[in-house]
Protein backbone atom coordinates (compact mmCIF):
# COMPACT_ATOMS: atom_id res chain seq x y z
CA UNK A 1 0.00 0.00 0.00
CA UNK A 2 1.25 3.49 -0.52
CA UNK A 3 -0.07 6.65 0.54
CA UNK A 4 0.13 10.44 -1.62
CA UNK A 5 0.20 13.44 -0.17
CA UNK A 6 0.08 16.73 -2.74
CA UNK A 7 1.08 20.28 -2.41
CA UNK A 8 2.55 22.80 -4.37
CA UNK A 9 -1.11 24.54 -5.18
CA UNK A 10 -2.30 27.74 -5.03
CA UNK A 11 -3.99 30.86 -6.43
CA UNK A 12 -1.47 32.08 -9.69
CA UNK A 13 -2.84 34.55 -12.74
CA UNK A 14 -3.12 33.35 -16.05
CA UNK A 15 -0.12 32.86 -17.57
CA UNK A 16 1.90 32.29 -14.20
CA UNK A 17 3.27 28.91 -13.09
CA UNK A 18 3.20 26.40 -10.25
CA UNK A 19 4.67 23.14 -9.47
CA UNK A 20 2.88 20.37 -7.95
CA UNK A 21 4.44 17.74 -6.19
CA UNK A 22 3.58 14.60 -4.68
CA UNK A 23 5.15 12.85 -2.05
CA UNK A 24 4.82 8.88 -1.45
CA UNK A 25 5.28 6.30 1.38
CA UNK A 26 4.66 3.52 2.03
CA UNK A 27 5.89 0.36 -0.60
CA UNK A 28 8.87 0.98 -3.18
CA UNK A 29 7.98 4.13 -4.88
CA UNK A 30 9.59 2.31 -8.19
CA UNK A 31 6.50 -0.14 -7.64
CA UNK A 32 3.85 2.30 -8.52
CA UNK A 33 3.03 3.92 -12.07
CA UNK A 34 1.61 7.35 -11.60
CA UNK A 35 -0.93 9.89 -12.88
CA UNK A 36 -2.01 13.26 -11.62
CA UNK A 37 -5.63 14.11 -12.68
CA UNK A 38 -8.12 16.97 -11.77
CA UNK A 39 -11.63 18.00 -10.61
CA UNK A 40 -13.42 21.40 -11.37
CA UNK A 41 -16.78 22.28 -9.59
CA UNK A 42 -19.03 20.74 -11.42
CA UNK A 43 -17.05 18.75 -13.49
CA UNK A 44 -16.14 15.25 -13.96
CA UNK A 45 -12.53 14.13 -12.62
CA UNK A 46 -10.43 14.28 -16.00
CA UNK A 47 -6.85 12.93 -16.78
CA UNK A 48 -3.99 15.61 -16.77
CA UNK A 49 -0.89 13.37 -16.93
CA UNK A 50 0.58 9.74 -16.39
CA UNK A 51 4.10 8.75 -16.18
CA UNK A 52 5.49 5.41 -16.27
CA UNK A 53 7.24 3.07 -12.92
CA UNK A 54 10.61 3.61 -14.80
CA UNK A 55 9.34 7.48 -15.61
CA UNK A 56 9.62 7.19 -19.21
CA UNK A 57 7.26 7.63 -21.74
CA UNK A 58 4.96 10.58 -20.19
CA UNK A 59 1.91 10.97 -21.83
CA UNK A 60 -0.66 14.64 -21.62
CA UNK A 61 -4.00 15.53 -22.33
CA UNK A 62 -4.82 16.93 -25.38
CA UNK A 63 -5.71 20.56 -23.04
CA UNK A 64 -2.33 20.33 -20.82
CA UNK A 65 0.33 19.33 -23.50
CA UNK A 66 3.04 22.02 -23.92
CA UNK A 67 2.57 23.44 -21.24
CA UNK A 68 2.58 21.09 -18.23
CA UNK A 69 5.35 18.42 -17.41
CA UNK A 70 5.10 15.23 -15.54
CA UNK A 71 8.61 13.54 -13.46
CA UNK A 72 8.97 11.34 -10.95
CA UNK A 73 12.34 11.59 -8.38
CA UNK A 74 12.87 8.16 -7.05
CA UNK A 75 15.23 9.26 -4.57
CA UNK A 76 12.62 11.14 -3.14
CA UNK A 77 10.05 9.13 -3.59
CA UNK A 78 8.21 12.18 -5.68
CA UNK A 79 6.34 12.83 -8.87
CA UNK A 80 5.59 16.24 -10.22
CA UNK A 81 3.85 18.32 -12.57
CA UNK A 82 5.07 21.40 -13.35
CA UNK A 83 2.33 23.30 -14.97
CA UNK A 84 3.28 26.41 -17.16
CA UNK A 85 1.51 29.27 -18.96
CA UNK A 86 -1.62 28.45 -16.86
CA UNK A 87 -4.84 29.48 -17.83
CA UNK A 88 -8.57 30.27 -15.83
CA UNK A 89 -9.47 27.13 -17.28
CA UNK A 90 -6.83 24.68 -15.49
CA UNK A 91 -8.97 25.89 -12.25
CA UNK A 92 -9.34 22.83 -10.13
CA UNK A 93 -8.42 20.40 -7.13
CA UNK A 94 -6.06 18.08 -8.67
CA UNK A 95 -5.25 14.45 -7.63
CA UNK A 96 -1.87 12.42 -7.51
CA UNK A 97 -2.85 9.04 -8.23
CA UNK A 98 -0.72 5.30 -8.51
CA UNK A 99 -1.49 1.96 -9.67
CA UNK A 100 0.23 -1.01 -8.43
CA UNK A 101 -0.70 -3.30 -10.93
CA UNK A 102 0.57 -1.78 -14.27
CA UNK A 103 3.81 -0.38 -15.68
CA UNK A 104 1.97 2.17 -17.22
CA UNK A 105 -1.27 2.81 -16.25
CA UNK A 106 -2.35 5.84 -18.70
CA UNK A 107 -5.68 8.14 -18.68
CA UNK A 108 -8.54 6.16 -17.02
CA UNK A 109 -8.91 6.86 -13.42
CA UNK A 110 -10.28 3.13 -12.81
CA UNK A 111 -6.72 1.74 -13.32
CA UNK A 112 -5.06 3.50 -10.50
CA UNK A 113 -5.87 2.34 -6.71
CA UNK A 114 -4.55 4.79 -4.35
CA UNK A 115 -5.34 8.52 -4.34
CA UNK A 116 -3.91 11.35 -2.72
CA UNK A 117 -6.72 14.35 -0.95
CA UNK A 118 -6.25 16.76 -3.68
CA UNK A 119 -4.71 20.36 -4.06
CA UNK A 120 -6.87 23.42 -4.94
CA UNK A 121 -5.09 25.67 -7.95
CA UNK A 122 -7.42 28.60 -8.94
CA UNK A 123 -5.97 30.51 -11.84
CA UNK A 124 -7.10 34.52 -12.04
CA UNK A 125 -7.81 35.99 -15.29
Given amino acids: ?4 VESGGGLVQAGGSLRLSCAASGRTFS ?7 RQAPG ?5 VAAISRSGISPS ?7 RFTISRDSVKNTVLLQMNSLKPEDTAVYYCAASGTAYYSG ?3 QNYD ?7 VTVSS
Avoid at 31 to 37: L, P
Avoid at 43 to 47: G, M, T
Avoid at 114 to 120: A, P, S
Fill in 114 to 120: YWGQGTQ
Fill in 60 to 66: YADSVKG
Fill in 31 to 37: SYAMGWF
Fill in 107 to 109: SRY
Fill in 43 to 47: KEREF
Fill in 1 to 4: QVQL
